[in-house]
């Protein structure tokens, strides 16, 4: 069940507004901290003091607020109350600071937070910030060790496609692959497809194969097939058709998302006749894939016998 208050960033209204969300799920006296702990940052006379306010009441908010998960969220996401509260108290704090100045204090507070307030930051950042003012922090979590922490920002977080540039964006997805993370959950993904992001996924599929180390299954999703060389194509349609239900998940999805119009006329041919065999979810991406070029397929005239220059193995 999903609020309609978190269809638009959180930073376009009131934090009233999520205060109301949290007040449904918090017993008398976890709301009363919790205003108390609003009120404390609100009252300061001076931003370091408000600072300091927010860091001691967030270390507090786990033990004050609990970890049962929001009853109203964004869709895909999984807030706890706690990181609510800590988010609720960053944009309290955000409501007094002058605008030239937040990208900077958010970020000396960045460095000061534990783990859990830094993964509540980052999975916030296009709520906290309006432009590129907080890509200070984007940043540094991209270089962090703690997968945790940079799943907070790869995975179900518009931030990265809206503000990173193609490099930054093309690293991201690299380093999401290396951490065995499902690229499936990086939004925006479609939209960033280029000849560039597909190269870096072949030659990290290839340097896997000749190591003789499992692929990431959700590593096609990075490819658009057209960018592919030929012998990229093979390597592809070998996974579309291989045992792996993953693999096949995924090789069949990348065509859903990035077009598969390309595709020779035997991997149509193949695709009807082995969709059968699939399981549900892969069965239902071959069927959209086969409905969807339907008019290519039935204009197009399937060899028999022989092989063509992209044979399916």
Request: proline letters at 4%; hydrophobic letters at 40%.
């Amino acid at each position: 069940m999903y609020s309609r208050r978190f269809d638009t960033p959180l930073s376009h209204f009131s934090p009233d507004a999520l205060q109301s969300e949290l007040y449904a799920m918090l017993d008398p006296a976890s709301r009363t901290w919790l205003q108390v702990a609003r009120d404390k940052i609100l009252d300061c006379r001076t931003l370091d003091h408000a600072m300091n306010a927010l860091i001691l009441t967030s270390a507090m908010a786990r033990r004050k607020l609990g970890e049962a998960e929001l009853k109203y969220q964004p869709e895909g996401t999984h807030w706890q109350v706690d990181q609510a509260g800590r988010l609720l108290l960053l944009l309290t704090l955000r409501s007094i600071v002058p605008a030239v100045q937040w990208g900077e204090l958010l970020f000396s507070l960045y460095r000061q937070f534990d783990e859990n307030e830094k993964i509540v930051t980052v999975r916030a950042l296009d709520w906290l910030g309006e432009n590129h003012e907080l890509n200070p922090i984007a940043m540094e979590t991209t270089r962090t060790n703690d997968i945790n922490l940079f799943a907070a920002l790869a995975l179900n977080n518009s931030y990265p496609v809206k503000y990173f540039n193609e490099r930054a964006f093309h690293q991201l997805v690299l380093k999401a692959l290396f951490l065995d993370l499902n690229i499936q959950q990086i939004e925006g993904l479609p939209l960033r497809q280029s000849p560039e992001l597909t190269q870096l996924c072949v030659d990290l599929t290839d340097e896997r194969l000749h190591a003789t180390r499992e692929v990431p299954p959700s590593i096609w999703l990075g490819m658009r097939y057209r960018y592919l060389t030929d012998t990229a194509k093979q390597t592809y349609m070998r996974f579309v058709f291989s045992e792996s239900e993953a693999h096949q998940h995924y090789t069949l999805l990348a065509l859903v998302n990035n077009g598969g119009q390309d595709c020779p006329p035997e991997f149509w041919r193949k695709l009807s006749h082995l969709q059968s065999s699939m399981s549900d979810a892969t069965r239902m991406l071959a069927d959209r894939l086969l409905s969807q070029f339907s008019f290519k397929r039935s204009h197009s005239s399937f060899p028999t016998t022989g092989h063509s220059h992209h044979e399916i193995l």
